[in-house]
């Protein structure tokens, strides 16, 4: 059975790793983990607290002592979440201090995880690794009708251009930059709505794992 793989989701902001993860976990009986909830709710605690998210030292020690509520707060998302979220992730120490958490919930039962560097760095040698893209535009208009969802009004020029901006930065960083690892199979959904980026997904599993 499935029973203890990993399969690691990454790419960049808004490309749906995160609605793409959760169904292949429902479907595959797997746990899942968001790991930018991590990051996003570190930085919340700095903004908390009115300290910088390049505090390094007030960011790590947010870092070691999150709790399972802080993953569950409702202002995790949004502009200043966001680039909060972004400029921790660029600290090593918080990385460091994440690293065995994620291992550990990945190693016990198997699990679904997505974000930047799961491929990378958090499980290397997952035996699936999926790097999930679409355009510039399209992210940035998918984001923009989340936002709207939850009843925010954002011009979609400005969020497309915070969206470039933290990929640079994500990308940019010295420790484990957004990237595809050499072994992700690539899967750009910009001509793809969820349920056909699913069966993509799916299908590329499948063939991965033999089932
Ligand atoms: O949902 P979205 O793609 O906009 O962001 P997210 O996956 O929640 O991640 C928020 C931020 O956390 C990213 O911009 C990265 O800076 C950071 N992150 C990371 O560095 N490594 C991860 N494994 C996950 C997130
Ligand atoms: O986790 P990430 O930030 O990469 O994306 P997400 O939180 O899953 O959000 C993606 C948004 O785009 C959701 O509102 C999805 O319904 C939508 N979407 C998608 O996930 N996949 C597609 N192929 C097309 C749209």
Known sequence: GLAGVVIAVDGPAAAGKGTLARRLAAELGLPYLDTGLLYRATGRRLLDAGADPRDTLAAEAAARSLSPADLERPDLRGPEADRAASAVAAIPAVRAALLDWQRGFGRTHGAVLDGRDIGTVVFPDAPVKLFVTASDEERARRRWLELRGRGVTAELPAVLADLRARDAQDAGRAVAPLKPAADALLLDT??????????????????RLGL
């Not at 793809?192 to 590329?204: G, I, K, Q």
């Open 190 to 207: 910009t001509a793809l709505d969820a349920e056909a980026a699913f069966r993509a997904a799916r299908a590329l599993v499948a063939e």
